[in-house]
């Protein structure tokens, strides 16, 4: 009488969890299917070649996922408590062999896919007449520089630091004398921009969501990365400080203002004229 009711007992736990396991999956499964919530679109081929990869790596690994989890929901309740003892298993070496082969093949194979768009950012360098922007991480601003008509940038150092030089230029370097100091990024669309990061104190990370582009700024470090905005793709994105770096790190923020040729010369004249 006592086992049977405990048989009921277990019988009820087994369905109700494999019963979870099946809308668990179901509801994960329609919040991406959905795209409930998703990343914004990109505005470069090197987006779109991002976005191939994630998708690639999101469609293997959610198969599994689902798969995974409705065996486990089977599992459950195939093998439930039926008031006997339990039952000693041993394993078995070919499913072990196959699915860690398996792993290996996918993991590895990814890797090798999501490569080309990898090198391209940190392998190859800019090409040749990219504009040349520099971008300054500081406690809790992003800072922007542009080499000005001579396209040289005048030379810095932290002592020079302050207010009205907040990236330190050395006012006796002639280079500096027509170096455009910002807090936006203005770039003409469809141009090639190289931007070399620095930080003036601990570590920062620029990031662009719509540029799927993300690299640290390290103190001490200058580091080149590359990107174009495709033609059509005029507006303003938001650029983010993606490592905690202080208690003003929220606020860290600044725009990617994507313009027109044009627009751009006209604005960058008058960031010159204002600052
Ligand atoms: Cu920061």
């Not at 277990?10 to 919530?37: D, E, H, N, Q």
């Not at 990061?197 to 200058?222: C, I, N, W, Y």
């Not at 790190?249 to 040729?261: D, G």
Request: charged share 20%; glycine share 10%; with cysteine.
């Amino acid at each position: 009488m006592a086992a049977r009711s405990g048989q009921r007992g277990s019988t009820a736990v087994a369905a109700s969890l494999a019963v979870f396991l099946v809308l668990f999956t179901g509801i994960t499964l329609y919040y991406f299917l959905a795209k409930v919530w998703w990343y914004p679109a990109a505005i470069n081929d090197f987006g779109r070649e991002i976005d191939a990869q994630f998708d690639r790596t999101f469609v293997i690994t959610g198969i599994v996922f689902v798969a995974s989890q409705l065996a486990l929901a089977w599992v459950v309740w195939r093998y439930r408590s039926n008031g006997g003892r339990a039952q000693h298993f041993e394993g078995n070496n070919t499913f072990e062999g196959i699915w860690t082969i398996a792993t290996i093949v996918l993991f590895v194979g990814l890797g090798i896919f999501g490569r080309a768009a990898w090198a391209q950012l940190h392998f190859n360098s800019a090409p040749p007449g990219a504009m040349v922007i520099e971008v300054t991480g500081k406690q809790f601003n992003w800072i922007f520089r542009y080499p000005g008509a001579d396209g040289v940038f005048g030379r810095t150092e932290a002592k020079f630091v302050d207010e009205s030089n907040p990236v330190g230029i050395d006012d006796k370097d002639p280079a500096g004398k027509d170096d455009v100091v910002t807090l936006t990024l203005g770039v003409p669309a469809g141009r090639e921009i190289k931007l070399v990061e620095r930080s003036l104190d601990v570590t920062h990370g620029f990031f662009v969501r719509e540029l799927r582009l993300k690299q640290d700024a390290l103190p001490g470090m200058l580091i080149p990365v590359h990107f174009h905005v495709d033609p059509d793709k005029i507006g303003d994105y938001e650029i983010a400080c993606t490592q905690l770096c202080g208690s003003g790190h929220h606020r860290m923020r600044a725009t990617l203002k994507v313009m027109p040729e044009a627009e751009f010369e006209k604005w960058l004249a008058n960031e010159k004229a204002t600052q």
